[in-house]
Nanobody
Framework: QVQLLESGGGLVQAGGSLRVSCVAS????????MAWYRQAPGKQRELVAA???????RYADFAQGRFTITRENRQTTIHLQMNDLKPDDTAVYSC???????????WGHGTQVTVAS
């Protein structure tokens, strides 16, 4: 069983930067894809970025050019570097893991990112 623990959320001013991280522990050998999703109040959860063990990456349109997803530590840790943050980026950011994108079966509890205008 895989456990995911996110960290790095917080409050930032518009135009600022923040990095959130996710560490996987447990039986990590059986998953290939990891991703960041976000959910804002009153909105559906949406994909932010995903990365596979082979470093295949995809971004949501809103993340392209501003956010960067990376994976390291023998595939157990992913980071999301977020630049030029906007108030619309305010959400709970959650880490997910699974065998293939977008079939994620393991989720972290999430970390709050708040962007003040």
């Amino acid at each position: 069983q895989v456990q995911l623990l996110e960290s790095g959320g917080g409050l930032v001013q518009a135009g600022g930067s923040l990095r959130v991280s996710c560490v996987a522990s447990g039986s990590i050998f059986h998953f290939n894809a990891m991703a960041w999703y976000r959910q804002a109040p009153g909105k559906q959860r949406e994909l932010v970025a995903a990365i596979t063990a082979a470093q295949n990456i995809r971004y949501a349109d809103f993340a392209q050019g501003r956010f960067t997803i990376t994976r390291e530590n023998r595939q157990t840790t992913i980071h999301l570097q977020m630049n030029d943050l906007k108030p619309d980026d305010t959400a709970v950011y959650s880490c997910a893991a699974g065998v293939n994108h977008p079939e994620y079966n393991t989720w972290g509890h999430g970390t709050q990112v708040t962007v003040a205008s």
